[in-house]
């Protein structure tokens, strides 16, 4: 399982938001405190950002331990942004190693994270690449269970469905194929959405200033909110609404 987390508010550097935190997403790499599968994430990571006036984000993206990154620190002290998603990765065994399985997964505008799995990665989630087309198939991001499942969710983003519907139903179609874990977080740079079925999620609102939504949180001071597990939380800095992930009422 991964750690992950995304922001919306003033332009900030992944710095602030990643590396300075005494918990931050950077020391989750080797010491997550509230990880419920896998005990380090040292797969990979990866963050994604929004530059003013250009709806696709840039990615860097690594396939080495968040802390053996030797640029890292001086590029996070140099980014500002005022939108922002990153992981670190802790692999699903039999997934690609290399860099394209390093979220943020992109594509029509969106940053998208999977903390989680699919149980019995590769064959038991063969049913769920039927439901792709051979095209999507050969377009897969990565050989990895997060890109089978973005690739699912890409396609009903697509065709304009609302971010929070779509990620109800693509977790109701997994889930109906396969035993999985599927905390989901995207982003489109004015709104973070995301789920929770199996691991933990937080968010912290400062009300008209910034939303921080994140696997655990980065400090231990006050504002942290849990996100019940079974649930599709929307954020904006000007609200966040919950709602529980009922796989019976999607489609
Ligand atoms: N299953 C994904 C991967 O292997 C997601 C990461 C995680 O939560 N372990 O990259």
């Known amino acids: 399982m991964c750690r992950h987390l995304a922001y919306l508010g003033p332009a900030v550097s992944p710095a602030e938001l990643l590396i300075e935190p005494p918990y931050?997403?950077?020391?989750?790499?080797w010491a997550p405190r509230l990880q419920r599968h896998g005990t380090v994430n040292v797969d990979g990571f990866g963050l994604g950002w929004y530059v003013e006036g250009d709806p696709q984000p840039v990615r860097y993206r690594r396939a080495v331990p968040i802390w053996a990154d030797e640029n890292l620190t001086d590029l996070a002290r140099a980014i500002r942004s005022t939108a922002l998603?990153?992981?670190?990765?802790?692999?699903?065994?039999?997934t690609s190693a290399d860099e394209s399985a390093a979220a943020p997964y992109r594509g029509e505008g969106w940053l998208f994270s999977h903390n989680g799995a699919l149980g019995g990665w590769p064959s038991a989630a063969a049913p769920l690449a039927e439901l792709l087309t051979p095209g999507e198939l050969l377009e897969l991001a990565a050989r990895c269970d997060s890109a089978l499942i973005w690739a699912l969710l890409r396609r009903r983003l697509a065709a304009g469905e609302e971010v929070g519907c779509a990620l109800a139903a693509t977790v109701t179609e997994v889930a109906a194929h396969t035993e999985a874990r599927l905390n989901l977080l995207v982003t489109d740079g004015h709104l973070i959405a995301a789920t929770t079925w199996g691991d933990t999620l937080f968010h912290r609102l400062e009300l008209g200033h910034s939303v921080l939504v994140a696997s655990e949180p980065g400090d231990d001071g006050p504002?942290?909110?849990?996100?019940?597990?079974r649930s599709v939380l929307l954020a904006t800095p000007d609200a966040v609404t919950i709602r529980p992930l009922d796989p019976s009422a999607a489609p």
Do not use: N
Not at 24 to 29: C, H
Not at 85 to 94: D, H, K, Y
């Open 223 to 229: 504002g942290w909110i849990p996100v019940p597990d």
């Open 24 to 29: 931050g997403l950077y020391r989750q790499s």
């Open 85 to 94: 998603l990153a992981a670190v990765r802790s692999a699903t065994p039999g």
